[in-house]
């Protein structure tokens, strides 16, 4: 099982930014965060995959107000968030997995306890 251990978030107020990172025990063929607000879905938020090159992912409701990267070694991703809305809070998980089908059909098998973001006005 591989572990993935999250960090960042917090409460910071409107047009404010906030980065969350996350580490994985190993290379990973995909890492992301997706996130949960109360009484609503798990949305993905953004993506990023590494096999033949890497590609990033993100959704229409976070593109232009978020950068995810990963280091070097392919085990860290980060998640850059700037002009943050109250509507993006909510809890963010980590997510990774080594399997391209897992990653590509949303299915990860990796996961990480979460990390509230919350976003006053």
């Known amino acids: 099982q591989v572990q993935l251990v999250e960090s960042g978030g917090g409460s910071v107020q409107a047009g404010g930014s906030l980065r969350l990172s996350c580490a994985a025990s190993?290379?990973?063929?995909?890492m992301g965060w997706f996130r949960q607000a109360p009484g609503k879905d798990r949305e993905r938020v953004a993506v990023?995959?590494?096999?033949?090159?890497?590609?990033?992912y993100y959704a229409d409701s976070m593109k232009g107000r978020v950068t995810i990267s990963l280091d070097n070694a392919k085990t860290t991703v980060s998640l850059q968030m700037n002009s943050l809305k109250p509507e993006d809070t909510a809890t963010y998980y980590c997510?990774?997995?080594?399997?391209?089908?897992?990653?590509?059909?949303?299915?990860?098998?990796?996961w990480g306890k979460g990390t509230l973001v919350t976003i006053s006005s």
């Open positions: 990023v995959y590494t096999g033949g090159g890497t590609r990033s």
């Open positions: 190993r290379y990973m063929y995909c």
């Open positions: 997510a990774a997995d080594v399997n391209p089908v897992h990653c590509y059909t949303d299915s990860m098998t990796s």
